[in-house]
């Protein structure tokens, strides 16, 4: 589908038609994204379309995967990417942000695992922090294509950035 994608309107359309109530949006691909939709009367638009549809946005994935956050000591451009998403999100009046590692577990051959554990807690701390000033949650998808994807790891990260509207 990605040299010949389903329009947006239509995935709206046939989600509804399926009894869904809502989506979640990724900012990447054939998903609405703060590229695709720069301005506020864009992202007004794009809430006018799915309040008429009847459909409503579960959730918003920013695109992350092109940053760095584990082999780095400057997390700024995860940050930073964060940020766009999160702007992006309030003004569709998403309350959910989705986060993960954004890198493979492998990197733990390449960085000690409390500097790369440290990395992930303080990012994700101040990406809470961000969030919850714009009134929204940010939620973690642990997964085994991602580092820190074993039951203990989830458990120390998330006792460790201990932000109330941070969990997985």
Known sequence: YEKNPVPWTEVLTGLKA????GVEVGGFSIHPS????PNKEDRDGLVAQAKEIGIGFSGFVPNLWGEKLI????????????????????DLGIAGIRVDCVQPPTIHGE???????????ETWKRCSKEAADKGCYVTWEFEPG???NKPS???????????ENFGT
């Open 18 to 21: 399926l009894n869904f109530d």
């Open 34 to 37: 703060p590229e695709t939709h």
């Open 71 to 90: 082999n780095t000591e400057d997390t700024s451009g995860y940050i930073e990417a964060f940020r766009k998403g999160l702007q992006f999100a309030s």
């Open 111 to 121: 960085i000690d695992y409390d500097t790369a554990l440290k990395r992930v807690v």
């Open 146 to 148: 991602f580092a820190f």
């Open 153 to 163: 790891d989830i458990l120390r990260i998330c006792e460790q950035v201990n932000e």
